[in-house]
């Protein structure tokens, strides 16, 4: 770790409620959905698991391996610099951007295993800092890469929304065409190096991501869900697959219908592991409340309106209590919550 020691992160604030994370236990016999995205169920299916896990594994996606593969090696290059580089851009109080510790790694009761480099906005801004003279193939790949993405979340959004009976003309940020223009994405890559001891490490702590979607790319097993009723359960590599997960903001989109997935990563003592998190995002000074479609009597508003700005800066003060302290009505009976646990942490 010598190179992630020397770069500082968020200064965060204790938490108080730490204890509840070690609680349960995992299930082995339950595995997290993996659906088939040309399949003619698969609406229906990533609708339902939407509900039930707030996860599922998406293969046949569409985006090409090649890009897949490519984007790994991206990666590869990026912690390999020397941190001399890297020291050109650090995340800063200002702008989660650039490289960093873990967030969260002074609130939680394990020892931060990992580094993360944290693009938003251009790459070509961030990118060239590291590259300056070969900054050209990491850009357009980025580019790519993100651009994919973002169509991806597009697709997974009116699919799923579309179970609901919710349609482009109900979410006004999603624009007339139903493209998302307007929409917000970063991308977020994570490193955890061979851990000796991992069980007093964590790569990244629990928490939920304040996104929309987050698209997560791994090729070695160290994800894994907080489930209710099942525990901590491992969302094992299927080989190209993407996971998908939701995030806060779609959480209070669907008036609390499809639940956050709380999630963190471990780390272990034979191999390294890397990570790609795509996270997409409403606009930052757009109004976003739950789909009207979705209030009904026995499922009232659950939220009130929120910016994804205000809710950002929220989530930094108080973490895993965020939802709950903005909550205007209690979840249904029956309905899953993990959130009510006090599990919740910034993504
Ligand atoms: O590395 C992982 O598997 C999780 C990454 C993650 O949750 C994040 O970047 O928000
Ligand atoms: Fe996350």
């Given at each position: 770790m010598s190179d992630v020691s020397k770069i500082h992160s968020l200064n965060i604030p204790t938490n108080k409620n730490l204890d509840s994370f070690q609680q349960q236990l995992p299930d082995a016999s339950d595995t997290v959905p993996v659906i088939d995205l040309s399949h003619p169920d698969a609406p229906k299916l990533m609708n339902n698991a939407f509900q039930t896990w707030g996860v599922f594994q998406l293969v046949n996606h569409g985006i090409p391996v090649s890009l897949l593969n490519s984007i790994q090696s991206f990666i590869q290059d990026l912690f390999d610099l020397p941190t001399s580089q890297k020291l050109k851009i650090v995340r800063s109080r200002e702008s989660i951007a650039g490289f960093g510790l873990v967030p969260l790694s002074q609130v939680y009761p394990k020892r931060p295993w990992g580094e993360g480099f944290t693009l938003i906005g251009n790459p070509v801004d961030h990118l060239q800092k590291l590259w300056p003279e070969d900054c050209k193939k990491y850009c357009d790949l980025a580019e790519e890469y993100l651009k994919e993405m973002k169509n991806l979340c597009g697709k997974v959004m009116w699919l799923t929304l579309g179970e609901l009976g919710i349609t482009p003309e109900d979410i006004n940020w999603a624009g007339s065409d139903g493209e998302f223009k307007t929409s917000n994405q970063a991308l977020r890559m994570n490193s955890y190096p061979v851990c000796p001891e991992p069980d007093e490490s964590i790569g990244l702590p629990p928490h939920s991501d304040s996104s929309v979607l987050t698209v997560l790319y791994q090729t070695t097993k160290g994800l894994q869900v907080l489930i209710e009723g099942?525990?901590?359960?491992?969302?094992?590599?299927?080989?190209?697959?993407?996971?998908?997960?939701?995030?806060?903001?779609?959480?209070?989109?669907?008036?609390?219908?499809?639940?956050?997935?709380?999630?963190?990563?471990?780390?272990?003592?034979?191999?390294?592991?890397?990570s790609t998190a795509f996270f997409f995002g409403t606009p930052k000074n757009t109004e976003v409340s739950p789909l009207k479609k979705l209030v009904t009597p026995t499922r009232p508003l659950m939220y009130p309106t929120v910016t994804w700005a205000d809710y950002l800066s929220k989530k930094y003060e108080l973490f895993e209590e965020t939802l709950p302290s903005i909550r205007l009505s209690a979840p249904p009976p029956g309905l899953s919550n993990v959130n009510d646990q006090n599990q919740v942490k910034v993504g």
């Amino acid at each position: 770790m010598s190179d992630v020691s020397k770069i500082h992160s968020l200064n965060i604030p204790t938490n108080k409620n730490l204890d509840s994370f070690q609680q349960q236990l995992p299930d082995a016999s339950d595995t997290v959905p993996v659906i088939d995205l040309s399949h003619p169920d698969a609406p229906k299916l990533m609708n339902n698991a939407f509900q039930t896990w707030g996860v599922f594994q998406l293969v046949n996606h569409g985006i090409p391996v090649s890009l897949l593969n490519s984007i790994q090696s991206f990666i590869q290059d990026l912690f390999d610099l020397p941190t001399s580089q890297k020291l050109k851009i650090v995340r800063s109080r200002e702008s989660i951007a650039g490289f960093g510790l873990v967030p969260l790694s002074q609130v939680y009761p394990k020892r931060p295993w990992g580094e993360g480099f944290t693009l938003i906005g251009n790459p070509v801004d961030h990118l060239q800092k590291l590259w300056p003279e070969d900054c050209k193939k990491y850009c357009d790949l980025a580019e790519e890469y993100l651009k994919e993405m973002k169509n991806l979340c597009g697709k997974v959004m009116w699919l799923t929304l579309g179970e609901l009976g919710i349609t482009p003309e109900d979410i006004n940020w999603a624009g007339s065409d139903g493209e998302f223009k307007t929409s917000n994405q970063a991308l977020r890559m994570n490193s955890y190096p061979v851990c000796p001891e991992p069980d007093e490490s964590i790569g990244l702590p629990p928490h939920s991501d304040s996104s929309v979607l987050t698209v997560l790319y791994q090729t070695t097993k160290g994800l894994q869900v907080l489930i209710e009723g099942k525990g901590w359960v491992t969302v094992e590599p299927v080989k190209d697959a993407l996971v998908v997960q939701v995030g806060d903001m779609l959480h209070i989109l669907t008036n609390g219908l499809y639940s956050p997935s709380v999630h963190q990563a471990v780390v272990n003592q034979t191999h390294d592991r890397m990570s790609t998190a795509f996270f997409f995002g409403t606009p930052k000074n757009t109004e976003v409340s739950p789909l009207k479609k979705l209030v009904t009597p026995t499922r009232p508003l659950m939220y009130p309106t929120v910016t994804w700005a205000d809710y950002l800066s929220k989530k930094y003060e108080l973490f895993e209590e965020t939802l709950p302290s903005i909550r205007l009505s209690a979840p249904p009976p029956g309905l899953s919550n993990v959130n009510d646990q006090n599990q919740v942490k910034v993504g």
